[in-house]
């Protein structure tokens, strides 16, 4: 029984060593071989989940580019800026979407829950920090345990193959079909697109987004935090006054953008909380002029300003 | 026998009833329980059975001791999916007293190993082929269900045979020898052969519980068809309340019939081109004939309805055959080829791997454990429920 045991445990310790060493190779040739590049004339850039996907038309915005990734948290935005910002000096601005459905606790799923840690967990796992490593492994071990063989599998994959991370891992997604289409065939979309807004605030989701503050300051890269239009049948407001208390209380010191009453109609939104092709087109015809004629002043006087604060300038300029 | 009527098979016999009558005009509403089936339910009805009928025969004495008894009933490594133990091989076991034997639990590691591996990297891989094809039979050709029912061929021996090895592996690291229930099945040049070497502890279980009681084959020729048939469709009716399986075990009992009537149902006793290493061409030929037969039958398992079992082999047998597959899975291929290349020279064992690598260094058997280790990590298929669990 003894000599069982050691023998057992010896090669228990070869085969975690050996995996070991082949995840940190893996991870050594995938950051070597894949890499974060965008285009030079890029100065701006968009990050978020599928809110800000859906609806910033890059193609029609000059000198931005959308890299937004539906289902995307915090988690997994912190090192795609990280090594965006590493490999782009261009960059000068970064928008964060910041909305209601990012706050809520059962957005925690999106970091270990059992689809996500076989999709994001993967796909950044050579980006991510040691500690966030530690996270993963320490909130769900089970899972982590179950969708290993998956990660290991996906790194050893982008070890050998070439990736684009930021074209392929994100970019603007036009949407078909408008409210009523969707108020027809609710049943036909899959529960899991949409989040179910409590009342709370996650924790892990402002320790992530707190760091991707810091990190942004650190290398001197202005920061704008966003919030997509939504639409006023839209349940996620349920949260709202917490997100008002975390943006006058924990966010002062941060710019804040507030489009989320940007005048749409009920044509221009999929579903309550994603704009369509044609919501998207407008929103992103009225970006680009405010980017380019507006954004250098509007956030003199205020670090938090909404689409009629702008506006309501506009018209006292004239 | 009551539990496994009420719940496996009361729905059925009350659904086809109402088919029945509906063929005749007279509608009636089935009254059905619709309970959830207990897992493993056959497999420990039978196990159970072996001990009261063996009783019956005064094979073995009735258990008093409780705590063995229980552990025979509910010894967890064969309780969900077999094998299907007996009462003389299995109590006897756990009256004696085990000392830890090294090599025992060394070859039950291995045995594990190797069951995982046909599980997680062959199964579960086909399955995803098999699956895809399968789901949506309509959207493809001919020869893209040929690919369809040999990957599910192939993912059934190793779901199935995989499961076997981990509980025969589990088992010996408590120093017990459960029934051996896969022989290489897939190399088998008869239908007989084959009969013997898949799901061996429930063949032999009707074997000898049935087929042999109704008089086996020393009877006449009717009998024999008749008996033929009996335990074949009876085998069909145990792995499901449902027409696929009983057509499944018909189709079986046809195959294996000629071979029992021209008394060449025992011709093939050893494991092909024993002591050689490769077959002669009529070895090659009957091996494949035989696949083919087994996969063909393999249809009705796992099609969704007899009349989707029939759209299949329909599109099969069409011209569109002699297009190339929709669907080239080229990396499960390789890992299949692979998968049974091993298999083949490991054929002489329990399983696999059991001597292809004794005798060889240390350092040479611990790579390959850690280079299946790394299959099982790399290779792994989408995760798939063990079919035989459903039984």
């Known amino acids: 029984m003894k000599q069982f045991l050691t023998r057992l445990s010896l090669f228990s310790l070869c085969v975690l060593g050996l995996l070991m060493i082949l995840i940190a190779t893996s991870s050594w040739l995938a950051i070597k071989n894949n890499d974060f590049k965008i285009k030079k004339n890029t100065t701006y850039v968009l990050l978020g989940h599928s809110h800000a996907k859906c609806a910033y038309n890059d193609s029609i915005i000059l000198n931005f580019e959308n890299f937004s990734q539906s289902g995307e948290s915090y988690f997994y935005t912190l090192p795609k800026i990280k090594e965006i910002i590493r490999s782009n000096p261009q960059v000068k601005t970064i928008f964060l979407e910041f909305t209601n459905n990012q706050l809520t606790k059962k957005v925690e799923e999106w970091i270990a829950g059992k689809k996500y840690l076989g999709y994001y967990y993967a796909t950044y796992f050579p980006y991510i920090e040691s500690k966030s490593h530690l996270f993963v492994i320490k909130s769900q071990p089970l899972v982590y345990a179950r969708n290993l063989p998956i990660v290991c599998k996906d790194l050893l994959k982008k070890s050998i193959s070439k990736h684009q991370y930021p074209y392929e891992f994100g970019g603007f997604k036009p949407l078909q079909g408008n409210l009523d289409s969707y108020k027809t065939n609710k049943a036909q979309f899959r529960n899991e697109d949409f989040v179910e807004i409590k009342r709370g605030v996650s924790k892990i989701q402002l320790q992530y987004l707190q760091e991707i503050i810091a990190f942004l300051k650190d290398k001197k890269i202005e920061l704008i935090l966003i919030r997509s239009p939504q639409h006023k049948s ?61 954004f250098s002043m509007v956030f003199h006087n205020q670090k938090h300003v909404s689409y009629q604060y702008i506006n309501e300038s506009k018209i006292t300029k004239k | 026998m009551g539990f496994l009527g009420i719940f496996k098979y009361f729905d059925f016999f009350a659904a086809s ?271 494949v004939l035989t696949f083919l037969l087994a996969t063909f039958a393999w249809i009705f398992f796992r099609a969704e309805s007899v009349v989707h079992a029939f759209q299949i082999i329909q599109t099969i047998f069409s011209l569109s055959i002699i297009n190339a597959p929709e669907i080239l899975p080229k990396a499960t291929l390789l890992l299949v080829i692979a998968f049974f290349i091993v298999e083949w020279f490991g054929r002489m064992g329990n399983y696999a791997l059991q001597f292809i690598f004794s005798g060889k260094p240390f350092l040479w058997r611990w790579s390959i454990y850690i280079a299946l280790i790394a299959c099982v990590f790399f290779f792994t298929g989408k995760e798939q429920a063990f079919i035989y669990f459903q039984f």
């Open chain 1, 234 to 294: 839209y349940q996620g407001f349920a949260n709202e006054e917490d997100f008002n208390n975390l943006v006058k209380n924990e966010l002062v010191s941060v710019k804040f953008l507030d489009l989320v009453k940007f005048p749409l109609s009920d044509d221009d939104f999929r579903d309550p909380e994603h704009l369509n092709n044609q919501g998207a087109d407008k929103l992103s015809r009225w970006f680009n002029t405010f980017l380019n004629e507006d």
């Open chain 2, 17 to 287: 009833l109402a088919s029945a009558f509906a063929s005749i005009h007279i509608h009636l509403d089935p009254w059905t329980l619709g309970l959830i089936l207990p897992v493993g339910i056959s497999f420990y009805t039978f196990h159970g059975l072996s001990y009261v009928i063996d009783i019956y025969h005064n094979k073995i004495k009735a258990e008093h001791n409780f705590v063995d008894y229980s552990l025979f009933v509910s010894f967890f490594p064969l309780l969900v999916a077999g094998p299907i133990e007996r009462a003389t091989h299995l109590l006897p076991q756990i009256k004696k007293t085990r000392n830890f034997d090294y090599s025992q639990a060394v070859d039950g590691l291995r045995q594990i190993l190797w069951g995982l591996f046909k599980k997680v990297v062959i199964a579960d891989n086909c399955a995803e082929v098999a699956n895809q094809i399968f789901n949506h039979s309509s959207d493809y050709n001919g020869m893209t269900l040929v690919l369809g029912a040999v990957m599910f061929s192939i993912q059934i021996y190793g779901d199935f045979s995989g499961y076997s090895d981990i509980a025969l592996g589990t088992a010996r690291l408590f120093g017990i020898e459960l029934l051996k229930n896969f022989a290489f099945p897939y190399f088998s040049r008869d239908i007989a052969e084959f009969w013997r070497r898949w799901h061996i502890s429930l063949s032999s279980w009707f074997r000898d519980y049935l087929y042999i009681p109704l008089g086996g084959s020393k009877v006449g020729v009717w009998k024999k068809v008749r008996n033929t048939f009996i335990i074949f469709v009876v085998s069909g009716f145990w792995h499901g309340a449902n027409w696929t399986f009983i057509i499944w075990g018909f189709l079986n009992a046809l195959f294996i019939l000629p071979s029992i009537l021209s008394n060449t149902n025992r011709t093939n006793m050893q494991i092909v081109a024993c002591e050689k290493t490769f077959p002669n061409f009529k070895e090659v030929a009957s091996i």
